[in-house]
């Protein structure tokens, strides 16, 4: 791994802009009642979109921002310039709202090196580094190859499986398309702002799954 934790720091980014297989996706997406469109854009240098609501959803689903299979995951990471070596490294430009989601795609697909910015670019506007106002267009198509694995993803059985279970947690977002949700676990329920619960979680689980990796190595 490039780097010592799946969520890495503004300045370790900064540090590491030199690298040359150095992917930097910006996920960022509409919140409920607040488009990107009526934000000024503002990016981190080499930036490439993620279409995280376009091209890397299915639109035949009745469900909004639906998984796409490997092969439409494979063609529009490829349009990227994404080879199978790139670190890749996700971030919003709201803080953390999206990227994380960005993140654990890529890791279904079976990619690796691929981390999460912490802060995302507001905390880069905070230590003054270089902004730009235009996406980095890729000119040569990457050679990423999709591998799905199944141990990242959830189907409905295993959620059916998981109700039972007092070792998982289940965290339900409100349907509604507010930001509340529900947190079951244990026989107990919380009701709590979603996105920070969230963020809480997936740094938790982040310290987790580095330090389990530790010690298998």
């Known amino acids: 791994m490039t780097f010592n934790s799946p969520i890495i720091s503004t300045q370790e980014l900064h540090d590491n802009l030199h690298l040359k297989n150095l992917i930097i996706l910006d996920c960022t997406i509409d919140k409920v009642g607040q488009s990107i469109k009526d934000q000024e854009l503002k990016l981190i240098p080499n930036s490439l979109f993620f279409d995280l609501e376009g091209k890397f959803s299915d639109h035949s689903s009745q469900f909004p921002h639906t998984f796409v299979d490997e092969e439409t995951f494979t063609k ?20 953390v709202y999206s990227s994380p989601r960005v993140w654990w795609m890529f890791k279904v697909m079976g990619h690796n090196e691929i981390y999460v910015l912490d802060g995302g670019l507001p905390v880069w506007m905070d230590n003054n580094f270089v902004t730009t106002s235009t996406y980095f267009l890729p000119t040569i198509k990457g050679d990423f190859i999709a591998d799905f694995q ?12 998981a109700i039972n279970d007092d070792s998982k947690m289940i965290i339900d977002v409100d349907q509604k398309g507010v930001s509340r949700g529900l947190l079951l676990s244990q026989d107990k329920v919380y009701e709590a702002d979603i996105f920070q619960l969230l963020r809480i979680y997936f740094l938790k689980m982040f310290w987790l799954i580095h330090h389990i990796n530790q010690k298998k190595n």
């Open 76 to 95: 529009e990471a490829q349009n990227l310039g994404i080879n199978q070596d790139s670190i890749i490294v996700c971030y919003d430009r709201w803080g």
């Open 150 to 161: 199944s141990n990242w993803f959830a189907d409905t059985q295993v959620m059916l499986n």
